[in-house]
């Protein structure tokens, strides 16, 4: 049974940093594209970021330049994501998935999703 489990969420002040984990189960990690993704309340879910099966490539939107990062760990089989600098904005669910298809990269076709952690942003 594939499991996908989100960590590392909490109420952070603006201007704080975060990094979440998504711990993988039940899958051979190394051949799965990894995306985190995350839902605002009201707004549709989208894609933050995206890292390659061997980790040797990344895809992102335009927006998410500067002050995220993602990475992960094979042997470890986790992905991480890194948010700096935190704004009420970044007020979501984060969602991690993974899926074989190239399209993966683009938050498409995903076959496995995790619960998800909150992140809240205020002070």
């Known amino acids: 049974q594939v499991q996908l489990e989100e960590s590392g969420g909490g109420l952070v002040q603006p201007g704080g940093s975060l990094r979440l984990s998504c711990a993988a189960s039940?899958?051979?990690?190394?051949?799965?594209?990894m995306g985190w993704f995350r839902q605002a309340p009201g707004k549709e879910r989208e894609l933050v970021m995206s890292?390659?099966?061997?980790?040797?490539?990344?895809s992102r939107p335009d927006s998410r330049k500067g002050r995220f990062s993602i990475s992960r760990d094979n042997a470890r089989n986790t992905v991480y994501l890194q948010i700096n600098n935190l704004k009420p904005k970044d007020t979501a669910v984060y969602y991690c998935?993974?899926?074989?298809?190239?399209?993966?990269?683009?938050?498409?076709?995903?076959?496995?999703w995790g619960k998800g952690t909150l992140v809240t942003v205020s002070s």
């Open positions: 890292i390659a099966a061997n980790g040797a490539w990344e």
């Open positions: 039940g899958l051979t990690f190394s051949k799965y594209h």
């Open positions: 998935a993974a899926g074989t298809s190239i399209l993966a990269m683009r938050g498409d076709g995903m076959e496995y």
